[in-house]
């Protein structure tokens, strides 16, 4: 046996050619320090991409949250019988033959009863400090009157909109400076306007109005709202769910089950993958073109948007179900088979219930990618000015022109008014919500039901 042990004063002994194999080499350095620097590449493009995420977020909600509330001016308003109900029978349709022009003198009348008990001086007339208020609010008066006509002759307070522009200048986005140009209000309107606020009649409270409520006109801004294209959208999301699934999920098991492997299939398969990644804006001229043009349905309404997005849908949905068929073990067809089951029997009865999962989950998410389009809709014509509820029933709601979520929030950011910019960032506010909410039950759906191997 050999002495390797050096002696006191003799020469080192020289180390194996090869080196210790826990010494890394100039290779295995530059291999590590290439890992590491992808490495924290990675971690830096995930932060960037949170850091844009935070800066979406947060400038959606800045700039939306305004949307969901609103400044209200409250009245006592004396609903005068000369003057709403003439011949004092209380005649529903002759209450209805006072129009709305008829009632600003009650609004203007209360406005200044309501000045003088609170012992504001102001130089301004009584016009003048009517056009604070919104336009909406002889509207909201002769619906109430006409909805309640035995409140005829009675003292009723009311709470009425104010105008976009002291809405804004409640709210921060109008400043005196800002309205220097302005000849829809001057300094002394906002001078009464602080003085009515600081009265305690005029203040900002939440906005049922704006998620419950209709589309309105440019000259009322401030009584617009998304309920009416929500319900747009809910109908369209009902035609795309009743068609998209049942026959998205057919095909995905025919062509993955029981297709044959020819070149017939391979062209289908080919141009459903091509299918999927066509921009929406092509499934609107074909469907302007085919259920429009052709087939003579009701434009701008939902049901022609559904069966457009049920187009458009349907390629995500067979991709989604035949991948989730594919992940299903040949064990368990085989095992199906081999105990006597027919082919549709081993299908229908053990593979399509464990592909369930991804099947809801890729459902879920093109159903989410439905509701958040907006070019098929400005195609067949989805993008109206709709400022009342749609008619009452199912078929009338399928049938009748309406609008949808994204459609709304595009018309809005076109218009002039700052008010309808801002209810176009709330509008975004709520479709995310939508949106998110879906995403959400179809990764609780999938983990609920989703089976490991």
Same mark, same amino acid.
Do not use: C
């Given at each position: 046996?050999?002495?390797?042990?050096?002696?006191?004063?003799?020469?080192?002994?020289?180390?194996?050619?090869?080196?210790?194999?826990?010494?890394?080499?100039?290779?295995?350095?530059?291999?590590?320090?290439?890992?590491?620097?992808? #490495?924290?590449?990675?971690?830096?493009?995930?932060?960037?991409?949170?850091?844009?995420?935070?800066?979406? !977020?947060?400038?959606?909600?800045?700039?939306?949250?305004?949307? $969901?509330?609103?400044?209200?001016?409250? =009245?006592?308003?004396?609903?005068?019988?000369? #003057?709403?109900?003439?011949?004092?029978?209380?005649? *529903?349709?002759?209450?209805?033959?006072?129009?709305?022009?008829?009632?600003?003198?009650?609004?203007?009348?209360?406005?200044?009863?309501? +000045?003088?008990?609170?012992?504001?001086?102001? &130089?301004?007339?009584? #016009?003048?400090?009517?056009?604070?208020?919104?336009?909406?609010?002889?509207?909201?008066?002769?619906?109430?009157?006409?909805?309640?006509?035995?409140?005829?002759?009675?003292?009723?307070?009311?709470?009425?909109?104010?105008?976009?522009?002291?809405?804004?200048?409640?709210?921060? %986005? !109008?400043?005196?400076?800002? /309205?220097?140009?302005?000849?829809? *209000?001057?300094?002394?309107?906002?001078? @009464?306007?602080?003085?009515? %606020?600081?009265?305690?009649?005029?203040?900002?409270?939440?906005?049922?109005?704006?998620? @419950?409520?209709?589309?309105?006109?440019?000259?009322?801004?401030?009584?617009?709202?998304?309920?009416?294209?929500?319900?747009?959208?809910?109908?369209?999301?009902?035609?795309?769910?009743?068609?998209?699934?049942? *026959?998205?999920?057919?095909?995905? /098991?025919?062509? &993955?089950?029981?297709?044959?492997?020819?070149?017939?299939?391979?062209?289908? &398969?080919?141009?459903?993958?091509?299918?999927?990644? !066509?921009?929406? *804006?092509? $499934?609107?001229?074909?469907?302007?073109?085919? @259920? /429009?043009?052709?087939?003579?349905?009701?434009?701008?309404?939902?049901?022609?948007?559904?069966?457009?997005?049920?187009?458009?849908?349907?390629?995500?949905?067979?991709?989604?179900? %035949?991948?989730?068929?594919?992940? !299903?073990?040949?064990?368990?067809?085989?095992?199906?088979?081999?105990?006597?089951?027919?082919?549709?029997?081993?299908? $229908?009865?053990?593979?399509?219930?464990?592909?369930?999962?991804?099947?809801?989950?890729?459902?879920?998410?093109?159903?989410?990618?439905? =509701?958040? &389009?907006?070019?098929?809709?400005?195609?067949?014509?989805?993008?109206?000015?709709?400022?009342?509820?749609?008619?009452?029933?199912? +078929?009338?709601?399928?049938?009748?022109?309406?609008?949808?979520?994204?459609?709304?929030?595009?018309?809005?950011?076109?218009?002039?008014?700052?008010?309808?910019?801002?209810?176009?960032?709330?509008?975004?506010?709520?479709?995310?919500? @939508?949106?998110?909410?879906?995403?959400?039950?179809?990764?609780?759906?999938?983990?609920?039901?989703? %089976?490991?191997?």
């Amino acid at each position: 046996m050999t002495d390797i042990s050096q002696t006191p004063g003799a020469a080192p002994t020289e180390k194996p050619k090869g080196g210790s194999l826990f010494e890394k080499d100039a290779r295995t350095k530059r291999r590590n320090a290439a890992e590491s620097r992808f #490495k924290m590449y990675g971690i830096a493009a995930i932060g960037i991409g949170l850091l844009m995420l935070v800066v979406l !977020v947060t400038n959606i909600v800045t700039a939306g949250t305004g949307a $969901f509330q609103q400044t209200y001016l409250e =009245l006592d308003v004396d609903l005068k019988a000369d #003057k709403l109900d003439k011949k004092g029978n209380r005649n *529903i349709e002759d209450i209805k033959k006072v129009s709305t022009f008829g009632y600003a003198p009650l609004i203007a009348s209360a406005l200044e009863s309501e +000045v003088a008990k609170l012992g504001i001086p102001t &130089e301004l007339t009584p #016009k003048e400090m009517g056009k604070i208020l919104s336009k909406a609010a002889q509207a909201e008066l002769r619906n109430y009157v006409i909805s309640n006509p035995d409140e005829i002759g009675k003292t009723v307070s009311f709470r009425f909109l104010v105008n976009s522009r002291v809405d804004g200048y409640m709210k921060g %986005r !109008v400043t005196r400076e800002s /309205i220097a140009n302005d000849k829809s *209000i001057t300094v002394a309107q906002l001078d @009464f306007v602080d003085q009515l %606020r600081d009265a305690g009649v005029l203040y900002k409270a939440f906005n049922p109005d704006f998620i @419950f409520g209709a589309d309105a006109s440019d000259q009322r801004p401030e009584a617009a709202g998304i309920g009416v294209s929500m319900l747009g959208s809910l109908f369209m999301m009902f035609v795309v769910l009743a068609l998209a699934l049942p *026959i998205g999920v057919a095909a995905s /098991i025919y062509l &993955e089950e029981f297709a044959p492997q020819n070149r017939l299939t391979d062209i289908i &398969e080919v141009n459903i993958s091509n299918l999927a990644a !066509v921009p929406s *804006i092509v $499934f609107g001229i074909l469907g302007l073109a085919v @259920f /429009i043009n052709y087939m003579h349905l009701p434009t701008s309404a939902p049901l022609v948007g559904g069966l457009v997005l049920t187009l458009m849908t349907l390629p995500t949905i067979i991709i989604s179900t %035949r991948a989730s068929l594919k992940a !299903v073990p040949p064990s368990i067809r085989d095992a199906a088979l081999g105990v006597g089951a027919s082919k549709m029997q081993a299908v $229908f009865h053990h593979v399509l219930p464990l592909a369930a999962p991804g099947i809801l989950t890729g459902t879920i998410i093109g159903l989410a990618q439905a =509701l958040g &389009e907006t070019a098929p809709l400005l195609l067949i014509g989805m993008v109206g000015f709709i400022a009342s509820n749609p008619p009452d029933g199912i +078929v009338a709601g399928f049938l009748s022109p309406n609008s949808a979520m994204p459609a709304q929030i595009y018309e809005w950011s076109k218009r002039a008014d700052p008010a309808f910019y801002e209810r176009a960032w709330g509008g975004i506010i709520i479709l995310l919500i @939508f949106l998110v909410t879906m995403n959400t039950i179809a990764v609780i759906l999938r983990r609920r039901f989703e %089976r490991r191997w």
